[in-house]
């Protein structure tokens, strides 16, 4: 007896009412809200493993710490379950590790500072674990902040030249006030108010990002308009250059007139990389890179401070105890580190200048080796390819360029960051994302992240379901009609 025939596919009728309804799309909430959990245990083991190694006794840190942090994170992700239910659930996760190993690293900085304090009979300092928890605090309020508010990030789109217009002016400002009210190791770029001081160009990146996002999409036509081939490269028109003109030579005014190389180089590398994206055009890219070699080559003759910084990076020990003497030390610390590290609290990375800050790269290389340093490299790598994976999910051209200029934004710093303390390139003084101390810093990426959010939750939201239409014939459920046996009551005779 043969087995009966299977049916094909397709042939099995469709329910009642048409095709079965789509299940509904999964926000991947609960990842995150896991992901998140894991990191607070993350970062309260290691605030334990800190006191341990220190010999003291456990305080009531740890737990201030840890409940403070998870408190912080709970709110984060609440904001984003409500109000960007679809973004990427590993963004705010690996930014809160991030963040959380600042912290640790920063607690355990502020026990070898007591240290010495107490070694050389001074008064122990305030920590600076309180003050990067609160700072933390207000990132994580801007963050909420900007969720609630910005419903459509494309309304930034309409406020451009007004938003470029004010990250011009944030930019313009240190250099103005003078010295006093501006200068803080040698560089010209913080606003210094009574009991704290801000540093203006952290935000004025994220305005010049939103700015040159809306322009390159309003004026892609421009930039992308035939011009030279050279070499089986398309260069642009010499008089569609103006506006990366102006990029270097405002960036080179930054450089000029507040010394800050770090700043000037992360805008302008930025604008290049978006420029590139938009036209996918090489030829943007050499004439950027000659601008920019013309540009340090001009600071280099005219400027004594570049000079310095040049000669510091190519010999750092022949000046070793006067200007070479940070590179030098973060170079002790990363070969003490080694492979695996001192472990956390275990080395002497407060001998190394500006180690809560600057030179955080260097705490983690000595502390958590060569194998700790690339797992946080992994991390920045996949916040950053997360981001770039958002930019080529979102539909509008304004969200693809703002995506892509966040996410290269936060891999340049990175890059300066970590090729100036191994000395790969001079030191230019930025602060690594989300891990280092200081408030400008940690508020400006968080709103930074506020933005990449937004984007990447429109990127992965479904579609809006169109008004039901009719079902198709073959779909349409049939009706049984009797025939009347005799004519209709009333009728008319057949």
């Known amino acids: 007896m043969s087995a009966p025939a299977q049916p094909a596919a397709g042939a099995f009728p469709s329910p009642p009412g048409g095709f079965a309804p789509a299940p509904p799309p999964s926000t991947r909430r609960n990842g995150e809200l896991l992901l998140l959990a894991g990191a607070a245990a993350i970062t309260t083991i290691a605030l334990f493993l800190v006191e341990m190694s220190q010999e003291q006794s456990l305080t009531w840190d740890i737990a201030k710490y840890g409940l403070a942090y998870l408190a912080l994170l709970a709110v984060a992700h609440l904001a984003v379950r409500r109000f960007a239910p679809f973004a990427d659930p590993l963004l705010l996760p690996i930014v809160a590790l991030l963040n959380g190993l600042g912290l640790v690293l920063i607690h355990r900085l502020d026990l070898a500072d007591a ?46 030249y007004t938003l470029g217009l004010i990250g011009l002016v ?43 996002a809306s322009v390159l999409v309003a004026n892609r036509d421009l930039f992308t308009a035939a011009g030279k081939h050279v070499l ?17 030579i405002v960036c080179v005014g930054v450089l000029v007139y507040e010394k800050d190389l770090g700043t000037s180089l992360l805008i302008f590398s930025t604008v290049l990389v978006m420029l590139y ?10 004439i950027g890179l000659g601008l920019l070699a013309l ?62 800050t600057d030179f955080i790269v260097t ?8 194998i700790g340093l690339a797992a946080v490299l992994v991390l920045f790598l996949m916040l950053i390819a997360r981001g770039l994976r958002t930019a080529l999910a979102v539909r509008d051209s304004f969200g693809k360029l ?12 990175l890059f300066v960051v970590v090729g100036g303390v191994t000395k790969l390139i001079p030191l230019t003084g930025l602060t690594t994302p989300f891990v280092s101390y200081g408030g400008s810093s940690l508020l400006a990426n968080y709103a930074l992240l506020a933005l ?13 379901v169109r008004k039901k239409e009719q079902a198709p014939i073959a779909d349409a459920q049939t009706e049984l009609l009797r025939r009347n046996a005799g004519r209709p009551e009333g009728g008319p005779t057949p």
């Open 452 to 464: 990449l959010i937004k984007v990447s939750d429109a990127a992965r939201a479904p579609a809006p």
């Open 402 to 413: 703002l995506a892509a200029g966040l996410s290269f934004t936060i891999a340049i710093q």
């Open 170 to 212: 944030a930019l313009m400002i240190p250099a103005l006030l003078p010295g006093r009210f501006s200068e803080i190791n040698d560089s010209k770029n913080w606003i210094k108010l009574p009991g704290f001081s801000i540093q203006p160009s952290e935000f004025a990146k994220i305005l010049l990002i939103i700015f040159f």
């Open 115 to 160: 240290q010495e304090a107490i070694d050389s009979g001074k008064d122990i300092p305030s920590p600076d674990a309180n003050q990067q928890v609160l700072w933390t605090a207000l990132g994580i309020i801007i963050f909420v902040t900007l969720l609630i508010v910005l419903r459509d990030y494309r309304t930034l789109a309409r406020y451009s």
């Open 232 to 248: 089986g490269m398309e260069f642009p028109r010499a008089r569609d250059m103006g506006p990366i003109l102006v990029v270097w």
């Open 277 to 286: 994206v938009a036209t996918e055009r090489v030829g943007w890219l050499i």
């Open 295 to 356: 540009g340090f080559f001009f600071a280099y003759q005219v400027f004594s401070h570049i000079r310095v910084r040049t000669e510091t990076w190519l010999h750092p020990f022949d000046d070793y105890n006067n200007t070479g003497y940070q590179i030098s030390q973060s170079l002790f610390g990363l070969a003490t580190g080694g492979l695996a590290g001192t472990g956390v609290g275990s080395g002497r990375p407060n001998t190394v200048p500006f180690a809560k």
């Open 363 to 370: 705490t983690i290389g000595e502390e958590l080796g060569l």
